[in-house]
């Protein structure tokens, strides 16, 4: 599948797919880092249905640290494939401003990605696009520590 602008991708269940019906309230923030708006606005609908107090969003991997930078989310949500500066560029640099922050490369091309390569990027999870969107949110909450 092509993935761009225009395309409208089916994540897993992710347009399907409600979060887990147990609705947890947390005071976190994630951060959304993907060129897709529809995933963006989709994976940010997910986090704060399941308790996230707040979502924040870049369309790639520059913009993604800009972002970060500036509101110190508690965990990433981070594309592979984007323009400007994809997400194993941005990992390291993500890394070192936020140190503790962990960071979950969420592609449609994470079979391919060698986990070796991640880790030493800063990446801290790898996940399939295609995974339901409770496998993302239960990750990320494991991540987080609720």
């Not at 704060?48 to 800009?66: K, P, Q, Y």
Request: net charge positive; charged share 20%.
């Amino acid at each position: 599948m092509a993935w761009g602008p225009r395309h409208t991708p089916r994540i897993g269940s992710l347009m399907e797919e409600k979060s887990s019906p147990r609705k947890r309230s947390i005071r976190k923030t994630v951060l959304i880092v993907d060129d897709n708006a529809v995933i963006r606005k989709t994976i940010a609908a997910a986090f704060l249905s399941d308790g996230f107090e707040s979502c924040v969003e870049a369309e790639n991997g520059r913009e993604g640290i800009n972002v970060a930078r500036q509101t110190k989310p508690d965990i990433i949500i981070l594309d592979l494939s984007m323009p400007v500066m994809n997400g194993l560029q941005a990992a390291p640099e993500l890394r070192r401003l936020l140190p503790a922050t962990p960071i979950i490369l969420f592609s449609l091309y994470a079979d391919a990605v060698s986990k070796t390569l991640a880790c030493e990027a800063g990446v801290t999870q790898i996940l399939q696009k295609a995974a339901p969107v409770t496998t993302l949110l239960e990750t990320a909450h494991n991540l987080v520590g609720h």
